[in-house]
């Protein structure tokens, strides 16, 4: 049995600790917003410009002037402040963001992440994500353990362009969780979703990592 | 008083184009993007523009329309996604894209407007965006150097300003308006309200109008919206 997307997420929402200011990426990482224990009270950012960002709006509330970085309408709190992009990615850059949560294409055993380009599809641009990694004190990573084809997304390398270099902290997927205590050190098999052996993970994944127990 | 309010969109432009010249643009998304004189742009007819913009709007909006007239010979921006009509030209070879991470993008922006040439980030360090920069070691980190940028035409969208120039932004539609209008040899801002002198508190004025150099009323306000999400108000 793997994790669905929002098991995952929730997994991921147990690393918040309260006061966290956390930038959540776009796609699964967003669920993590909905997984946040009553006792912890985080700020999400945007880096879009919004410090304290709200729920969706009801169809009442839609107002265009509040988007988030997905361009999605939100709403404000009464916490919120709006800053310039400048501002915004000096929170980023400075290191005043606890934690940011993102999805990945490739993760590597050294911490290398790829999530921002397919060589010989049309590029996107990499947008906020090679300034999260670059700033933001601590990464976890959600994504699938495989690629859509099968193979395995936490690799001994990255074959795709990077986002960035020794930047990953955590990886969860739907078959376990890695961690490692700073960056200097390997990853390690912390956690399995219900009725995944380790075998099964091994086979599913190319890089090198310990295991906990050891 | 030096007159800093323009009747129109192509009064404001007028004198200030040329072929192959840079304009930078506020706006994340369709969000805060300078709509009016998007459009006076493309009346304009001016051509082999290099435009400075996080992102390049949507088909049949925003700077989409410039690229659809293709008026824009190279973009300089963090995201393109959503516009079919850029992907077409980028690969026919007909237009140039310059990746910029948005965080550098906007302090280059900043940067250039402050009159600071280049500047070192961590950002992009051992990345495709590195290639080619120079690069160097502080305090046992390596950071890449990025230059700031210095266009000849900013234009930029504010929710109100003075006559003089002063510019307040509404919610997340500031973005990158700030560092848009400081980047401007000439900088033209479009407004949904102008007010009167003193009607701004000198505490809340988010752009001073010495960045500013020439001002018109918004007369586009359709402000898109690209992913409308809402949740019942039920659930709520």
């Known amino acids: ?214 | 008083m030096v007159q800093k309010v323009y009747d129109s969109a192509g009064a404001a432009l007028d004198g200030m184009v040329r072929d192959g010249m840079t304009i930078a643009a506020g706006g994340f998304g369709l969000c805060g993007i300078p709509e009016t004189l998007i459009d006076a742009l493309v009346r304009s007819g001016v051509r082999d523009l290099t435009i400075v913009s996080n992102n390049a709007g949507v088909d049949d909006f925003g700077l989409g329309r410039l690229l659809r007239t293709r008026q824009v010979r190279k973009m300089i921006s963090s995201y393109v996604g959503e516009n079919r009509e850029f992907e077409r030209q980028y690969l026919a070879g007909d237009l140039e894209i310059e990746f910029s991470p948005q965080g550098t993008l906007a302090e280059r922006m900043r940067a250039g407007g402050a009159g600071i040439p280049a500047f070192f980030t961590r950002t992009g360090v051992g990345t495709q965006i590195a290639i080619g920069k120079p690069t160097a070691d502080f305090d046992g980190e390596l950071y890449v150097m990025e230059r700031g940028i210095v266009a000849d035409l900013a234009i930029v969208k504010a929710w109100k300003a003075d006559p003089y120039g002063n510019l307040v932004y509404r919610k997340s539609a500031r973005n990158f308006n700030p560092m848009a209008a400081t980047c401007g040899r000439v900088t033209i801002a479009e407004v949904e309200q102008l007010v009167d002198p003193g009607a701004i508190d000198p505490d809340h004025v988010h752009t001073p109008g010495v960045f500013v150099q020439r001002l018109i009323r918004a007369t586009c306000n359709e402000k898109r919206i690209e992913q409308r999400t809402t949740r019942s108000a039920h659930a709520a």
């Open chain 1, 1 to 214: 049995m793997s994790w669905t997307r929002d098991q995952m997420a929730a997994r991921a929402a147990q690393e918040l600790r309260d006061g966290y200011y956390v930038n959540l990426g776009i796609g699964i990482p967003t669920l993590v917003a909905n997984h946040v224990a009553p006792d912890i009270d985080i700020t999400l950012q945007s880096e879009n410009g919004i410090l304290g960002l709200g729920a969706f709006p009801t169809e009442a509330e839609v107002d265009p002037d509040i988007i988030n970085a997905g361009k999605q309408t939100v709403t404000e709190l009464d916490r919120t402040s709006y800053v310039s992009s400048a501002d915004s990615f000096g929170m980023i850059r400075g290191g005043h963001i606890q934690l940011s949560v993102l999805g990945a294409m490739e993760v590597a055993e050294n911490g290398d992440l790829a999530n921002w380009m397919v060589p010989g599809k049309m590029v996107k641009g990499p947008g906020g994500a090679m300034d999260l990694v670059a700033g933001v004190r601590r990464i976890i990573v959600l994504m699938d353990h495989l690629d859509k084809a099968g193979s395995p997304k936490f690799r001994r390398a990255c074959t795709l362009p990077l986002t960035g270099t020794n930047v990953v902290d955590m990886v969860i997927t739907n078959l376990a969780v890695f961690e490692r205590p700073d960056r200097a050190s390997p990853f390690r098999l912390i956690e399995r979703a219900p009725g995944v052996t380790l075998d099964q993970v091994r086979d599913a994944t190319e890089a090198r990592f310990e295991v906990s127990p050891a």
